[in-house]
């Protein structure tokens, strides 16, 4: 995001005209854990910093350091919360809060972070997550069964215009619900859920694509069989990256491979069981046990009206 110098000014006097220098000092370290102030202004340690000096420096070494996001979330925790036990009332923060607005980000209450706003912009990360920080996030993968003798049966041009439509019935459900594309190839791809209720969102994702496709291949599909997808939904801790090549060796790739190669079936969805116990029970009740209740760990969901 790029800051216009009033939004900077305004986040300075928000530190000056809310806290003391000692303060600031202890919210700069929570967000930078080695800073020093007197190293950074070039001020001796023997000189006490005044308050001006103090919250331009800090203010310009968190946003050098790519982190004005973290301190605008530290003053919204601090208004709320208070910090290090003492109540603090922060000047200025609604209109720091509209600024941000203003530029294509919204305050996620959930998870305290900013994040973009979908009306805007949508990029993988949802321009909050961290290049190697972990969270937890739900995944849905979609894999398209016999894409191979599909591409080989058909006309490259009806290929084409099929898996595009597919596209677009993945995109038109994970869009409502936030989810990002965080793989596609040829024959699938994976999307990731963060906010909000995540595990349901990827859930619901999952079921309105089968139910669509099922739809799709009743009316406008140019196949002379049905397109037929299997879908997995797994969720656990994953660390953020922007390099597929990495992602694809991580744990949570794994489970989902796993699933999708010895649990999922043709025209259905399997989800783990972290997956189903978020889920509303109605919701939960639709996936059916593979295996012993009492021990299974994954449920398996299929279109009724499809039999």
């Known amino acids: 995001m790029q800051l216009s110098r009033n939004l900077v000014n305004l ?22 854990p080695d800073y020093d102030l007197y190293k950074q202004s070039g ?63 919204l305050f ?37 069964i016999g894409n191979t003798k599909i591409v080989q049966k058909y006309s490259r041009s009806i290929v084409q215009t099929t898996y595009t439509e597919l596209n677009y019935i993945v995109h038109n459900a994970i869009d409502k619900r936030n989810g990002r594309f965080w793989m596609w190839e040829g024959d699938g791809g994976v999307i990731a859920f963060f906010f909000g209720k995540k595990n349901e969102d990827a859930t619901l994702s999952a079921m309105e694509i089968l139910n669509n496709l099922y739809l799709y291949n009743k009316t406008i599909c140019n196949l002379s069989e049905p397109l037929k997808v299997r879908i997995v939904v797994h969720s656990g801790v994953c660390e953020y990256t922007e390099q597929n090549s990495y992602f694809k060796k991580m744990e949570v790739m794994k489970t989902l491979g ?11 969805i399997c989800i783990s069981y972290p997956v189903r116990m978020m889920l509303d029970g109605f919701i939960a009740d639709q996936f059916v046990s593979l295996g012993s209740n009492s021990t299974s760990k994954y449920y398996r969901y299929e279109l009724e009206w499809g039999k």
Not at 15 to 30: C, N, T, Y
Not at 258 to 268: I, Q, R
Request: charged share 25%; net charge negative.
């Open 108 to 144: 996620d209450s959930e998870n305290q972070i900013f994040v973009e706003n979908p009306k805007v912009q949508k990029t993988r990360n949802w321009g909050a997550l961290q290049e190697g920080e972990s969270y937890t996030m739900a995944f849905l993968s979609i894999d398209i």
């Open 258 to 268: 796993e699933m999708e190669k010895k649990h999922s079936k043709p025209e259905s």
């Open 43 to 105: 001020f001796p340690e023997s000189f006490a910093i005044p308050s001006i000096d103090a919250a331009k420096q800090i203010v310009g070494d968190i946003i050098n350091h790519h982190l004005f996001f973290q301190f605008v979330q530290n003053l919204i925790h601090m208004n709320q919360e208070g910090f290090m036990g003492n109540k603090f009332k922060i000047a200025y923060l609604n209109d720091i809060i509209k600024d941000i607005y203003s530029n294509g980000y």
């Open 11 to 32: 986040c300075a006097r928000a530190l000056i005209e809310s806290m003391d220098v000692r303060d600031m000092k202890h919210l700069a370290k929570r967000i930078i």
